[in-house]
């Protein structure tokens, strides 16, 4: 007799989940660029946590000392210090949780306002489509950087006002993305399988069509916190950003620039950080875009 | 012989394209009695998948446009069904398979999860969904459905797909089985595999079921009607053995004849002379 018993090795790991993981394990740079993402994580957490609690840790990073201004790089001050005499280091530690979160929840906004707009247009198309592609195209004339500058500029520079503004003007890239996904994806033979089952719409978009559009959208996701990272240093560069004595890496360079030919080191390590921080996230999204492709796989 | 549980009557539906419109189905008019077995033939754009979706209004709209005629499923005209009335009948009454096995399941989602789907959706009734699965897994012949529930469609061969496909659409009881091209994607083994569990599976439940296809090969045997269409209208219907015997329109000929026989001293394979059947 010939038993057939399906093999069970393969079975445990299948899902799509499971199989971007697999490849993403297999993936040196994306996974030290994923524990460059967690350690910076780690820092602004620990710090932001310590800022709260009172406690100056390595020093007070709005303290002044005149008598220690514009010192380069030393052993109590590891990164030197500004012209204040603040310690740099601590400074870069304090500021990094601002980066962080102008990052994930200007994302987040932003993903949320895109997906949304971007599967109505999408899955319900003609008139709707075309009314909703028009006024992303619209805003899409605006040069970003200029929009969210006059925006800041209009409702006042606090964090929150940036995280906001970045989401409300950034979400357009998502949204056309989402729709083309859709547009796609509601003519697949599954979606069509769902209707002639008798699926209503709100669950075919929910349940079908959205956790197949899920791999692009993340990744879009993971590539849009450093461009949000990127938008809030330049802002405090330019002083609309978040303001002093608060720390961040944008108006750290700020402040050194006037001392670029005596102070290099204030200007160089607040750079490398966000040079660090951004090209993680970069390779992490390119990491995870290479992980979820399943395209290819896809007969 | 009781009132035919799907009657279609002068069915004409448009494609209304930006510059032109086109018809693809022209007074198509005809009728399932229950438990009984339809193919409708015709090749490529025939008409014959733009009727079969018609039937519980899948085409979308626009570009399609159903201009004239009824669709009476059990007495109940489709054409004036709420939404709700047609999500019932989807799936519910009137069920599909499609032709391609491997696009027509969600790759996210395991074979459990969507057979269970159209069983919660259709009959809230049943307590034990999981048990629900295996049993109609079973019945489509697959081999220990307890464990190949929790696979993956990658993980399935195309006649096990077609198989799941099949399941899924039987596990919400349904009265018509619309089965639109269901082997043209698999190969030729795998087709008489399907086919035979088709035919199983019809006298097992009883259900009324349309065969959509363009090969004239796999009809004899299976449907105990044949409806024929060419350029969207129906040329000829009657019992298969009739028409396969004594094909009155002159595209059907040319479709039987296109079937391969073995032993046939043709050097080449038959095609459709379209001219000659349009001057005929």
Known sequence: MITTTPEPLEAAAAGPMARALRRFRADKIGLFAVAMVCLLGLISLTFFILDRLGIPWPMDPNATNLERKLMPPNSVNWLGTDNLGRDVFSRLLNGAYISLTVGFVAVFVSLFIGVTVGAIAGYFGKWVDNLIMRIVDAIMCFPTFFLILTAVALVGPSIFNIIVVIGLVSWTGTARLVRAEFLTLRESAYVQAARAIGQRGRKIIFRHILPNAAAPILVTAVLGVPSAILTEAGLSFLGFGVQPPQATWGNIIADGKTYILDAWWLILFPGLAILVTTLSFYLTGDALRQAVETRSERQ | ?280
Not at chain 2, 134 to 139: E, S
Request: proline residues 5%.
């Open chain 2, 1 to 280: 012989m009781s009132q035919p549980i799907l009657q279609v009557r002068d069915l004409c539906i448009d494609f209304v394209l930006e510059d032109r419109t086109i018809e693809a189905v022209k007074d198509a008019s005809f009728e399932l009695a229950a438990g009984e077995t339809l193919a409708i033939v015709g090749e490529s754009g025939s008409g014959k998948s733009v009727t079969a979706l018609a039937l519980t209004r899948l085409l979308p709209v626009p570009p399609a446009n159903i201009k004239r005629g009824e669709i009476l499923f059990q007495g109940k005209n489709v054409m004036t069904m709420d939404a709700a009335q047609l999500r019932q009948l989807r799936g519910g009454k009137i069920a599909y398979i499609f032709q391609e096995p491997s696009t027509s399941l969600n790759p996210v989602y395991t074979v459990r999860s969507q057979i269970g789907e159209a069983i919660r959706l259709h009959r809230p009734d049943v307590a034990d969904v999981d048990a629900e699965i295996v049993r109609w897994l079973d019945a489509v012949g697959i081999v220990d459905p307890a464990a190949r529930m929790h696979d993956y469609p990658h993980q399935l061969s195309g006649g096990m797909q077609q198989r799941v496909m099949i399941a899924m659409a039987l596990a919400c009881q349904p009265d018509v089985l619309v089965a639109d091209e269901p082997t043209t994607a698999l190969d030729v083994t795998i087709q008489a595999q399907i086919m035979e569990l088709l035919g199983s599976l019809k006298e097992r439940f009883g259900m009324s079921v349309i065969l959509i296809t363009h090969n004239f090969g796999i009809v004899s045997g299976f449907a105990s009607r044949v409806l024929v269409m060419y350029r969207g209208r129906i040329v000829e219907q009657g019992p298969t053995e009739e028409i396969l015997r004594h094909p009155k329109h002159a595209y059907t000929r040319a479709l039987i004849d296109c079937i391969p026989r073995l032993g046939s001293k043709e050097k080449r394979l038959k095609t459709i002379d379209h001219a000659a059947i349009a001057g005929a």
